[in-house]
T-cell receptor, first 115, second 113 residues
Framework: DGGITQSPKYLFRKEGQNVTLSCEQNLNHDAMYWYRQDPGQGLRLIYYSQIVNDFQKGDIAEGYSVSREKKESFPLTVTSAQKNPTAFYLC??????????????FGPGTRLTVL | GENVEQHPSTLSVQEGDSAVIKCTYSDSASNYFPWYKQELGKRPQLIIDIRSNVGEKKDQRIAVTLNKTAKHFSLHITETQPEDSAVYFCAATHNNAGNMLTFGGGTRLMVKP
């Protein structure tokens, strides 16, 4: 998991603004994921990408967008359409040795606060 | 889709005692079950995982058991120490395209010295 970085660590946003969270990995992993974690809650999947230039919506994709132009990078944009964006955002990556059996490793997270 | 239930939501034990956290899942085709430990404000760290072709796996003080028939799996921590205090999450795969994990709601374990 040391090969996954997220920036910034803390991010403050005014209502109505779009913000982009960075996620980079040097593990040569094909698959990358974005999760949202609210206080005292589990992790909910926002978007995932199994390969460059391809991504799918997770359980809570509304108000978020992603891109996967490079294997190493999977940025997440929190748009003004996301009504309650204050949360801890975690990026993860995994290999694709076999569908459904790959370990996911997490980045250190970005804590987003809407002012 | 997959649904994972985790119990209890909080667990307090005395140092040296054992702790058990249980999870149930709904998709009988799920075949990979990792457990993550998350300390306050930190990233989840994989501590142990089990695949559907085995019923039990052990790593020092940590063990995981899987009952595919009943669709539940459990984390066992023996000889607990204060540094075991954290939130623990179980997860299971979706058996559809991709390697998506569905997470349980988490268990806050507190080990009292």
């Amino acid at each position: 998991d040391g090969g996954i970085t997220q920036s910034p660590k803390y991010l403050f946003r005014k209502e109505g603004q779009n913000v982009t969270l960075s996620c980079e990995q040097n593990l040569n992993h094909d698959a990358m994921y974005w999760y949202r974690q609210d206080p005292g809650q589990g992790l909910r999947l926002i978007y995932y990408s199994q390969i460059v230039n391809d991504f799918q919506k997770g359980d809570i994709a509304e108000g978020y967008s992603v891109s996967r132009e490079k294997k190493e990078s999977f940025p997440l944009t929190v748009t003004s359409a996301q009504k309650n964006p204050t949360a801890f955002y975690l990026c993860a990556s995994s290999t694709r040795e076999a569908v459904g059996t790959d370990t996911q490793y997490f980045g250190p997270g970005t804590r987003l606060t809407v002012l | 889709g997959e649904n994972v239930e985790q119990h209890p939501s909080t667990l307090s034990v005395q140092e040296g005692d054992s702790a058990v956290i249980k999870c149930t899942y709904s998709d009988s085709a799920s075949n990979y079950f990792p457990w993550y430990k998350q300390e306050l404000g930190k990233r989840p760290q994989l501590i142990i995982d089990i695949r559907s072709n085995v019923g039990e796996k052990k790593d020092q003080r940590i063990a995981v058991t899987l009952n595919k028939t009943a669709k539940h799996f459990s984390l066992h921590i023996t000889e607990t120490q204060p540094e075991d205090s954290a939130v623990y999450f179980c997860a299971a795969t979706h058996n559809n395209a991709g390697n998506m994990l569905t997470f349980g709601g988490g268990t806050r374990l507190m080990v009292k010295p």
